[in-house]
C-alpha cells in the first residue's frame, strides 16, 4: 500500500512569510509524528499527535509552530512568520497505533528553504 | 533528558571489512534503541530495534546498559551498505513515544 506521503517536496519562502506543510499518513494510523531535520543533525522531535488530538508538542520550538489533525489522518504543519533558521526538512511519520512496539513510517519530506 | 550521541560522522571501510557504528545514549528510565537507515535518494527507514534481538541485512545491535551503548555491527561490510545510519532513542516520559535521533553516521563501503 502506499507510505506516507508529503507535500510539497520543496517549499522556498521569504522571510516573514506563513507556510503550510503537508502530511498523509498511512491509511489507518492513528498516531502521526512531526519532525525537524536540520542540515547535519538527525530528526528532532515537534509534535505527536494520537487521532485528532496532539498528545505531546513539547518540541515546538516558539508559538509560530502549530499544527492540526482535524480529521485524524491528514495533518498540516504551520509555520507563521518564517525565519531564515526555520529551513530544514520536515518529517513525517505515523504508526499503527503509537505503541513503543509499533514502527514509526517515514516520509520524503518537505525541504524549507527561508530567504 | 534523554540523548544519543554517535561519535563519528563519517567511517570508511572496505567491502568484506567488519562495521562497526557507536551510538551511546542517556536516558534515566528503559530505553527502548532503535537503528535507523537512509539510502542515497530514499527516505527514513527502520533497519532494526533492540527488543526484537534480530538481525536485519546481517546488522546486529546488542543494549549494553553498563556502558550505556547499542553499537550497529556487521561482520562483512557490503556496498549497498552504503548509507546513513541513525541511533534512535524511544521516551515514553512526557506522553507520546517520540524519538530521540543521534547526529547520524556516514558508512562508505570502499571496494
Known amino acids: 500500500g502506499a507510505g506516507v506521503s508529503q507535500t510539497p517536496s520543496n517549499k522556498v519562502t521569504e522571510k516573514g512569510k506563513y507556510v503550510e506543510l503537508r502530511c498523509d499518513p498511512i491509511?489507518?494510523?492513528?498516531?502521526l509524528y512531526w519532525y525537524r531535520q536540520s542540515l547535519g543533525q538527525g530528526p528532532e522531535f515537534l509534535i505527536y499527535?494520537?487521532?485528532?488530538?496532539?498528545?505531546?508538542d513539547s518540541g515546538l520550538p516558539n508559538d509560530r509552530f502549530f499544527a492540526v489533525r482535524p480529521e485524524g489522518s491528514v495533518s498540516t504543519l504551520k509555520i507563521q512568520r518564517t525565519e531564515r533558521g526555520d529551513s530544514a526538512v520536515y518529517l513525517c511519520?505515523?504508526?499503527?497505533?503509537?505503541?513503543?512496539?509499533?514502527?514509526?513510517?517515514f516520509g520524503p519530506g518537505t525541504r524549507l528553504t527561508v530567504l | 533528558a534523554q540523548r544519543v550521541t554517535q561519535p563519528e560522522k563519517l567511517l570508511s571501510v572496505f567491502k568484506g571489512a567488519p562495521v562497526e557504528l557507536k551510538c551511546n545514549y542517556s536516558?534515566?528510565?528503559?530505553?527502548?534503541l532503535f537503528w535507523y537507515v537512509q539510502y542515497s535518494r530514499q527516505r527514513l527507514q527502520l533497519l532494526l530495534r533492540?527488543?526484537s534481538r534480530e538481525s536485519i541485512k546481517g546488522f546486529t545491535a546488542d543494549l549494553n546498559k553498563g556502558e550505556t551503548s547499542f553499537h550497529l555491527k556487521k561482520p562483512f561490510a557490503q556496498e549497498e551498505d552504503s548509507a546513513m545510519y541513525y541511533c534512535?532513542?524511544?521516551?515514553?516520559?512526557?506522553?507520546?513515544?517520540?524519538?530521540?535521533f543521534g547526529t547520524g553516521t556516514q558508512l562508505k563501503v570502499e571496494l
Open positions: 511519520a505515523s504508526s499503527a497505533s503509537g505503541a513503543s512496539t509499533d514502527t514509526q513510517y
Open positions: 491509511s489507518g494510523h492513528t498516531a
Open positions: 499527535f494520537q487521532g485528532t488530538g496532539a498528545a505531546d
Open positions: 536516558y534515566s528510565g528503559s530505553p527502548e
Open positions: 533492540h527488543i
Open positions: 534512535a532513542l524511544e521516551g515514553l516520559t512526557g506522553g507520546g513515544n517520540k524519538l530521540t
